[in-house]
């Protein structure tokens, strides 16, 4: 049977609640508050450990039946196969490797484009088009979707990917030309499918940013798209509750792998150390851990940017006097972390959520009553690692254990190791490392994190700089297909436009025609 749920606004309680193909099409609530669902499902630890037995496609099938997904099971079973199908590099979709007895890594980087990214966004992309076709099908919608993304690198590509050639979407993606690396940019300009656009912004990831937001908000472009294109535009950012959903399929799947392995035992807690940016991953965690999965504590890792290692030790959320720090982790570059407000509505409800936003916007800070901030401290703690901290990890991790991880798994692991206690520790993993080859060739030779590179290896491409590392590392560092052969792909977009929403908007008009 199926549970009816809907979503509810975090910051208005007398909100029209959509069901969840709504809620997903929409993005944002009408208050500009985060959906939410109305009730969470609970899970038996039995209902738990089955999910090692299951391919990866029914463990997700199985979460979103519980979560009243308005389409039905046949037809959610069919978007899950082709969600976690033979595009992803381990038919385990989201394995566990046990790194030593007690620290174990969930690899969420076998996907497409080698990020986290893809547990969401090869997934969500097919429910948001389902989702068109049945506001179609009722009549409530004769639009199609061109969604705007504005990256500064993993998320472009991931949603690129996972709206190519998706019914009913379009997708634009705009990234600061001088701002990604050598491979994320030939991972986006070379994209494949037929709805697809990608232009370069003079400017940085801000710049492109507050283009795209402007855009948005801009009446008489969104006029003349509906009436000249039929288009209606939309966002695939992280806030988008079809994000979300998929981000706590792997956490209950990880703990039935871990009974599975003996990496824990069935019903006794496990820890989970995730590196954050936009609080969406570790969110995913919490989630989890209220279904009834045994997750002991919710461990938040954060770079230099460490605004959320602050509010978990003092309730304070204060960006007024903070300065944007640039890392080896730029998926962790945030201030505004905006997930965040999902866990606070279920600390304290609408109402105070919706003061704190409202501080947040005029004071830059804002800080949570005695009690939310005594149940936050239940559930989690946080840490964070400096720059030139991040990129020893690597090296001692690969050094100790013959494990080679990127510098944002590197940023969970140091946290892991510092707070530990007796459980045993899942870090989260979230990019595959040659994503970030030039900074693991940093540290496998030791150097800083902002040193140049050594003169034999600064002219070479993103690609050959990878063939460097795997002289250093041999065995322990073989490259996904996808980046290997980025070299020698066609590149598709070269376009760079200006920053601003004149650029922006002129950019979508030149790809429309
Ligand atoms: C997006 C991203 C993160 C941060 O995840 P949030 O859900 O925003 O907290 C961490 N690492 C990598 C590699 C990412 O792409």
Redesign the pocket.
């Known amino acids: 049977m199926k549970t009816e749920m809907i979503y509810l606004d975090t910051r208005d309680a007398q909100c029209a609640p959509p069901a969840f193909s709504e809620a997903i099409v929409k993005g944002i609530a009408p208050s500009g508050g985060l959906f939410v669902p109305n009730q969470l499902p609970t899970l038996t630890l039995a209902e738990i450990l089955v999910f090692a037995e299951m391919p990866y496609w029914r463990r997700a099938a199985s979460i979103f039946s519980r979560f009243g997904v308005d389409m039905s099971d046949d037809r959610v079973d069919a978007l899950m196969k082709q969600a976690y199908g033979s595009q992803w590099d381990d038919e385990r979709i989201a394995p566990v490797a046990e790194v030593t007895a007690d620290m174990h890594v969930l690899e969420l980087w076998h996907g497409p484009t080698s ?3 893809d547990m969401a966004l090869q997934c969500m992309p097919l429910f948001f088009s389902e989702s068109v076709d049945q506001l179609r099908a009722r009549g409530q919608a004769d639009e199609d979707y061109l969604i705007l993304v504005a990256t500064s690198g ?2 472009g590509k991931a949603a690129l990917e996972g709206f190519a050639d998706r019914e009913h979407t379009n997708i634009v993606v705009f990234y600061p030309a001088d701002g990604v690396s050598d491979i994320q940019r030939k991972q986006m300009v070379t994209q494949r499918g037929s709805n697809v656009g990608v232009f370069g912004v003079r400017g940085n990831f801000d710049d492109c940013q507050s283009a795209v937001k402007a855009a948005f908000a801009d009446e008489p472009f969104n006029a003349e798209l509906r009436d000249e294109n039929n288009l209606r535009l939309s966002s695939a950012n ?1 806030i988008n509750w079809g994000r979300l959903l998929p ?1 706590i399929v792997y956490y209950v799947s990880a703990y039935a792998d871990m009974v599975a392995s003996g990496g824990v035992i069935a019903g006794e807690p496990m820890d989970v150390c ?10 995913g965690a919490y989630y989890a851990k209220l279904l009834g999965v045994p997750i002991g504590r919710l461990l938040c890792a954060s770079n230099e940017n460490n605004v959320l290692t602050d509010f978990i030790a003092t309730g304070v959320y204060d960006i007024s006097d903070r300065d944007f720090v640039n890392t080896p ?1 730029p ?2 570059d ?1 201030l505004i ?1 905006s ?1 965040l407000e999902r866990l606070l509505y279920h600390l304290a409800g609408p109402e105070k959520v919706r003061d704190w936003m409202i501080e947040l916007a005029r004071d830059k800070r804002f800080q949570v009553d005695r009690e939310t901030f005594a149940s936050l401290r239940t559930s989690f703690s946080g840490d964070f690692v400096t720059n030139d901290e991040s990129l020893q990890v690597i090296r001692r991790v690969y050094d100790d254990f013959g494990y080679l991880m ?1 510098p ?1 798994t590197a940023v969970a692991w140091e946290v892991a190791e510092r707070l530990r206690g007796d459980d045993p520790v899942l870090v989260v993993s ?2 595959h490392w040659a ?1 970030f080859g030039a900074d693991v060739f940093r540290a496998l030779s030791g150097l800083a994190g902002s040193a140049d590179l050594p003169a034999h290896v600064s002219s070479m491409s993103g690609v050959e700089l990878l063939g460097q590392v795997q002289e250093i590392a041999g065995d322990c560092a073989c490259v996904p297909r996808a980046l290997a052969e980025l070299d020698a792909a066609t590149e598709r977009f070269s376009e760079v436009v200006d920053a601003g929403r004149e650029g922006v908007e002129n950019a979508v008009r030149s790809w429309l025609a």
């Open positions: 990020a986290f990214k993993d998320t992280s981000q995730v590196p954050t940016g936009n609080f969406g991953n570790i969110l982790s998926s962790m945030i972390s997930n990127d944002h979230t990019a994503k």
